[in-house]
Nanobody
Framework: QVQLVESGGGLVQAGGSLRLSCAAS????????VGWFRQAPGKEREFVAA????????YSGDSVKGRFTISRDNAKNMVYLQMNSLRPDDTAIYSC????????????????WGQGTQVTVSS
C-alpha cells in the first residue's frame, strides 16, 4: 500500500504560481511512477503530468507545457508540481496518483490516489 497526501493548493490570481506537493508513505516510494491529474466541475478528469522513478517527465497537452514542471525527491518521498502563469481555466481539484511501471496518461492505470487539493485561479 502507498498512501498519498497532496498539499499546496489555494486561491491565486491569474499569472501567479503555486507549488503542489504529494507526500507518500507506506511502501518504498521510489519504484513508482507518480502522476498528477485534475478535475474541474462538470469536466472529465484530465492528465496533467507524470514522472517515473528515474525522473523521466511526461506532460499533457499544450495547456500546461511550458508552465507546469513536475519533479520528485525520492529520498523525501515527495513529488512536486510547480505551476506558473496560472490561468482561470487551471481551476480544478488536483490529485496525485501512483503506479508501478511507466508513465501513463490514463487515470485507471494508477493504483493509489490522494484525496486531492483545490486550486482556484481568479481572473
Amino acid at each position: 500500500q502507498v498512501q498519498l497526501v497532496e498539499s499546496g493548493g489555494g486561491l491565486v490570481q491569474a499569472g501567479g504560481s503555486l507549488r503542489l506537493s504529494c507526500a507518500a508513505s507506506g511502501r518504498t516510494f521510489s519504484p513508482y511512477t507518480v502522476g498528477w491529474f485534475r478535475q474541474a466541475p462538470g469536466k472529465e478528469r484530465e492528465f496533467v503530468a507524470a514522472i517515473t522513478w528515474i525522473g523521466t517527465n511526461t506532460y499533457s497537452g499544450d495547456s500546461v507545457k511550458g508552465r507546469f514542471t513536475i519533479s520528485r525527491d525520492n529520498a523525501k518521498n515527495m513529488v512536486y508540481l510547480q505551476m506558473n502563469s496560472l490561468r482561470p481555466d487551471d481551476t480544478a481539484i488536483y490529485s496525485c496518483a501512483a503506479r508501478r511501471g511507466s508513465s501513463s496518461p490514463t487515470y485507471s492505470a494508477y493504483d493509489y490516489w490522494g484525496q486531492g487539493t483545490q486550486v482556484t485561479v481568479s481572473s
